[in-house]
């Protein structure tokens, strides 16, 4: 007799205390043991679940930290206002996350384990439709629901007609009905997880022959969908730039509309309106994008998804010649369009001349002295700009941002520190350069907007494929899965029920099962002896 401490176990079990030592000539798991191991890890359900909840968490960077993919301007500007983090940002790729080799790991491994989840459960359940309901148990008083109606053996035939009305299938095994319903739970369950395979590989596969760019149109200007057009252009790795389709948009009109009557919201935008011409199969059209109302064009999408300033500022020479003359945009800075901007000149001048200052929309002084924007729409508009001479950098090789001014090689002249004020301007007017490089005209300024042209051919299949797996997650939930007897006994009929999970409303589909099976029983005739005046002959009454 085994002295094991729990009965259940027997005494040689690996973990009592009275198994024999390992010996050197026992058998080993091996490599294949191993590999077999690490497949039945992998492809469980509560690994593919953690690996889902792992793939949420990863995107989170994506959402917090700009993308190359989305927002390359905002890339340049995190990386300027953060150079201590510069190196965390490339080690871990947090600027490109959604095709980082941590992201795509993830991505993967939840890819193979979804699959190797679901082929053997698919077999399962496709053995498990085929086959016969399961045998009626000996005592049926144990189920749920159990109980008796009239009857007996004859009325199996009408037993076996009401259950398969109701959705079960059935099977006879001697005096009994054995039926079972709800294979549909599982169905949704395993169509679910193929949904969310479908996804990943739709969105992984499809997101490589589509495209996005960006274009900042001032008002008055336009672009034709090429890569040449672009400012920023990113593509999937399967992307052929012959695929472009032609067309031409051109920004007619910037509308922004503010609040003006909540005294407490007045300035707030409302509403956004591009009003934009566009060129396609060689005719034109008038139409209009908004945001969160993309505009569509040749099978792309067209968002509006920036807006601002741009003045147009000119430089002339000592001698009055034009060195720079176009609308250079302003990024906002704050809700009311306090806007930064930088201006390059290499050329033109008798020294490299840069310029750094901020467009005010609606310029007021402060007590201070500095100026501030109290209203985002062109009230006052004003232009305060740092003047800097020397090296701009342009020459060494190196891609320098159009938003940024690097002044470590350069001398302020104007602003800051100096003894010089900020160069300050209104439309129209006209400032001198100091040293005598020349003057600086504010000529007049207009509103310019940031183009996303999106192509994504996963859209209408990830749309469908989330309407199946909702409705597939919902057939898993809801949908029963149930088993029924109906038992032919002396006593009458027996019934009673089991469920495979939790069904709360199984004893109440018993009952209505019975109530079913005696609604549907025939009328019966009775013998009923009534006595009949002056022949004394009996009759049948019903």
């Not at 409302?270 to 059209?285: I, K, P, Q, Y």
């Not at 909702?470 to 009673?496: C, D, H, Y």
């Not at 709360?504 to 029983?521: C, M």
Request: with cysteine.
């Amino acid at each position: 007799m085994s002295r094991s401490s729990d009965p259940l176990r027997p005494g040689d079990h690996i973990d009592s205390p009275e198994a024999p030592a390992r010996q050197p000539g026992d058998p080993k798991l091996g490599v294949r043991g191993w590999a077999r191991f690490m497949w039945r890890q992998l492809t469980s359900m509560r690994t593919a679940i953690v690996l889902l909840l792992l793939l949420a968490i990863a995107a989170v960077p994506g959402s917090l930290v700009p993308q190359r993919s989305s927002d390359p301007n905002g890339v340049i500007q995190v990386r300027a206002d953060n150079p201590e983090l510069v190196w965390l940002y490339d080690a871990l790729s947090l600027h490109d996350v959604y095709s980082s080799p941590w992201f795509s790991a993830i991505y993967l491994l939840l890819f193979t384990s979804l699959v190797g989840c679901v082929i053997p459960r698919l077999a399962h359940h496709w053995k498990a439709m085929r086959a016969l309901p399961p045998r009626t148990p000996a005592r049926l008083s144990r189920l749920v629901g159990f109980q008796t109606v009239a009857g007996d053996a004859s009325d199996l035939d009408r037993a076996d007609r009401v259950l398969r009305r109701l959705g079960y299938r059935t099977t006879r095994y001697g005096d009994s009905v054995s039926a079972e319903r709800g294979y549909l739970r599982e169905t949704g369950n395993l169509l679910f997880h193929i949904s969310m395979l479908a996804l990943l590989l739709v969105v992984g596969l499809g997101s490589g022959f589509g495209y996005s760019g960006q274009r900042l149109l001032v008002e008055g200007s336009g672009f034709a969908n090429a890569l040449s057009s672009y400012d920023s252009f990113t593509a999937g790795q399967w992307f052929d730039d012959g695929e472009l389709e032609p067309f031409a948009v051109a920004l007619d009109d910037l509308e922004v509309v503010y609040e003006t009557e909540n005294p407490n919201a007045v300035g707030a935008p409302l509403d956004f309106t591009a009003n934009v011409s566009v060129t396609e199969d060689g005719a034109e059209r008038e139409d209009e994008i908004k945001v969160n109302h993309p505009l569509s064009v040749a099978g792309a999408d067209l968002y509006l998804i920036s807006n601002g300033y741009a003045p147009r500022i000119s430089v002339r020479d000592a001698s009055g010649q034009v060195v720079y003359d176009q609308y250079t945009p302003f990024l906002a800075q704050d809700d009311q369009m306090t806007s930064l901007g930088v201006i390059k000149l290499p050329d033109g001048l008798d020294e490299q001349l840069g310029l750094r200052g901020f467009f005010y929309p609606t310029a007021v002084s402060l007590e201070t002295g500095a100026l501030a924007s109290a209203y985002p729409d062109l009230a006052n508009p004003v232009l305060s700009l740092q003047a800097f001479t020397g090296d701009l950098g342009l020459d060494a090789g190196i891609p320098r941002s159009v938003y940024a001014l690097e002044t470590d090689a350069m001398t302020q002249i104007a602003g800051g520190d100096t003894d010089v004020e900020s160069l300050t301007i209104a439309p129209g007017q006209s400032i001198d350069i100091p040293g005598g490089l020349g003057t600086i005209t504010f000529e007049d300024v207009r509103r310019y907007g940031v183009i996303e042209v999106h192509v994504d051919h996963t859209q209408t299949p990830v749309l469908w494929i989330t309407v199946v797996l909702f409705l597939s997650l919902l057939g898993s939930l809801l949908i029963p899965r149930r088993r029924m007897w109906v038992k032919a006994t002396p006593e009458g009929l027996e019934l009673a029920g089991l469920a495979r999970g939790e069904d709360p409303a199984l004893e109440r589909a018993v009952d209505d099962l019975a109530k079913r099976i005696g609604d549907a029983a025939p009328a019966r005739e009775a013998d009923v002896l009534a006595p009949v005046a002056g022949d004394g002959e009996r009759r049948m009454d019903s």
